[in-house]
C-alpha cells in the first residue's frame, strides 16, 4: 500500500469530474476566464496527474473575452462512452451549457454543440444508462418559483446525442437533503446494483459546502436521501481546520472495484486562501446501499491509502521551468480572456514576445498575460525581461494576479530620467504604489519569493551575481479569496499593458516550490 498526499491536483483546480476507461484515469476542472480552458489531466494510479492538454484551445470553440475572471467556464464533468470522451459545461454569461467531444482526451476537442434555453441553469453532466440512453442532469432555479435565495433544484432530461439537444420533457427530482437548502448543485448521476444514486452538493462553494446522495429505483424518481446527510462535509470542523469548503464531489471505480470521490477543498493560510479551490481524495465505502466517505475517519485525511501499482508518471516537480523555445507554450500556462493570441514565440529565439491587448488588468477583454496557478504558500518566481518603455501607460513585468481589482504588479515604466521600476498593489479599487526606483535598460531579471502571507520582490541586471531587495513584508492577504471573493485562486505571470503596438520580451518564468 502507499500514502498519497492531499491535494492530489494542487492549486486552482476546482470542481474536479473523474472517469475511468480500462486503466486509465481522465480528471477536468473549472478554468472560468483563463484560457486555454478545461484542463484535462491524466493518470494510471490516481497519485501521479499529469496534464495532457485543455479542452477549450482555440479562441473560436467558445468566447471568454466579456467574461469577469470568476465567470466563463464552470463545472465541466467528463464521461466515456463507446469510443468517445464527452466533456459537458456551462460558459457563463455567455452561451449557456454546451457539449465538446475527442476520441482522444488529449486532444483535439470538438467545437462546441450549445444546447440553448432547454438547458437552464449550471453544473450539467451527463449519465450513460444500460440502455445506451444518455441523460442530463443539471441545476437550476426552482421551476415553481424560488421562494428565497439559492432556492434551486436538480433535474433530469433525456440527450439525443445525434443531434446533441436536449429531448422530452424535463423532470425535476430534487431541491436538497437539509431544510432550506440552498444552491443543491454540482449533481452527478449513477447506477449500482438496481440503485440510481445522485451525488450533489449543497451550502454554496464557502465554508458551508457539503456532498449529499439521494438514490433511487427510477431514474427520474422519486428520490430518497441518505438518512447520514451530509456524507461530507467539512463546516462543523470550525474555521481554523486546515482545510475548508469541501465539496463538489464525483465517484470513480478501480479497476478492482474499489471507490474514490474526488472533490474540492480549500487550504487557508493565516486564515485567507490564495490557492482558489483544489482537488482532493478520498476513500468511499458502500455500507447498507449507501456510499460512506473515509470510514470511521468522517472527514479528509492529509494522506489517502492506494493499492500498490506500477507508477508511470511523476508530477513531484520542485521547480516548474517553463521556456520558450520551438513555438511551443507550456500546457498548463494560462492567459485571461485568450490573450495567448498577442504571444509570439518565433520573433525572438528563446523567447516569447507578447504585444499589449489592454490598459488595465480592469479592461474586460483579453489581456497579455502568460502565468501559472499558485501552488503553494512557500515558493519562488522569477523572470528575465527586456522592455524599453517610451510613453506613460506602458508597463511590463510580474503580476501576482487574483481578479481584476485585486493584484500586486512590478513592472519597468516610462519616466523621463530613466524607467522606473515600481511595485504597485491594486486592492477593491485602490491603487497604491509601495516602491519605485530608477533603472537603466537592458535585459532585467524579476524575482518575487513568497513566505506563508508575506512577500518579497527583488531584481538584477543582467551579469550581475546579487539580487538588490526592492520591496519586503508585502501582506499578501489581500489577494485571497476572503478579501477579494470570487471563484478563482492566484495567477502569477509575466504581462505588458499599453496600446497594441506595445511589445515586451520574456525570456522564462520559473516556479520553485521552496522546502522548508
Known sequence: MRKVCNPIISGFYPDPSICRVGDDYYLVNSSFAYFPGIPVFHSRDLEHWNQIGNAIDRTDQIKLDKCLVSQGIY??????????????????????????????????????????DAAPGIDPSLFFDEDDKCYYIGTRPNSEGEKYFGNWEIYIQEVDLTQMKLTGQSSSVWQGAMRNAYWPEGPHLYKKEGYYYILTAEGGTERNHSIMVVRSKSILGPYEGDPKNPILTHRHLGKDYPVQCVGHGDLVQTQEEKWYMVMLGMRPCKGFTSL????????????????????????????????????????????????????????????LRGGLRAADLNERSGWVRLYA??????????????????????????????FEPETEGEKAG????????????????????????????????????????????????????????????????????EFHLLADNIDLCRYSTEAAGGFTGCILGVFVLGEANVKADFKHLIYETLVL
Open 75 to 116: 463545472a465541466p464533468t467528463i464521461r466515456y462512452h463507446k469510443g468517445l470522451f464527452y466533456i459537458i459545461t456551462t460558459n457563463v454569461p455567455d452561451g449557456g451549457n454546451f457539449i465538446i467531444t475527442a476520441e482522444d482526451p488529449a486532444g483535439p476537442w470538438s467545437d462546441a454543440y450549445m444546447l440553448g
Open 276 to 335: 482558489g479551490r483544489e482537488t482532493f481524495l478520498a476513500k468511499v465505502n458502500w455500507e447498507e446501499g449507501w456510499p460512506v466517505v473515509n470510514q470511521g475517519i468522517g472527514k479528509l485525511e492529509e494522506y489517502v491509502t492506494l493499492p500498490d501499482r506500477l507508477i508511470e508518471i511523476s508530477n513531484k516537480v520542485e521547480k516548474e521551468v517553463y521556456g520558450f523555445r520551438n513555438g511551443i507554450l507550456t500546457q498548463n500556462l494560462v492567459s
Open 357 to 386: 491587448g489592454s490598459r488595465s488588468f480592469s479592461d474586460i477583454c483579453p489581456v497579455s498575460m502568460i502565468g501559472v496557478r499558485q501552488k503553494g504558500y512557500h515558493y519562488c518566481v522569477r523572470t528575465k525581461m527586456e
Open 398 to 465: 510580474l503580476v501576482l494576479f487574483q481578479n481584476e481589482e485585486s493584484n500586486l504588479m512590478i513592472y519597468k515604466k516610462y519616466h523621463p530620467e530613466g524607467d522606473l521600476l515600481t511595485v504597485e498593489s491594486k486592492d477593491g479599487k485602490c491603487n497604491s504604489t509601495m516602491a519605485q526606483m530608477l533603472v537603466h535598460g537592458g535585459v532585467l531579471e524579476i524575482k518575487f519569493i513568497a513566505q506563508e502571507q508575506k512577500g518579497e520582490l527583488f531584481f538584477r541586471y543582467e551579469g550581475d551575481r
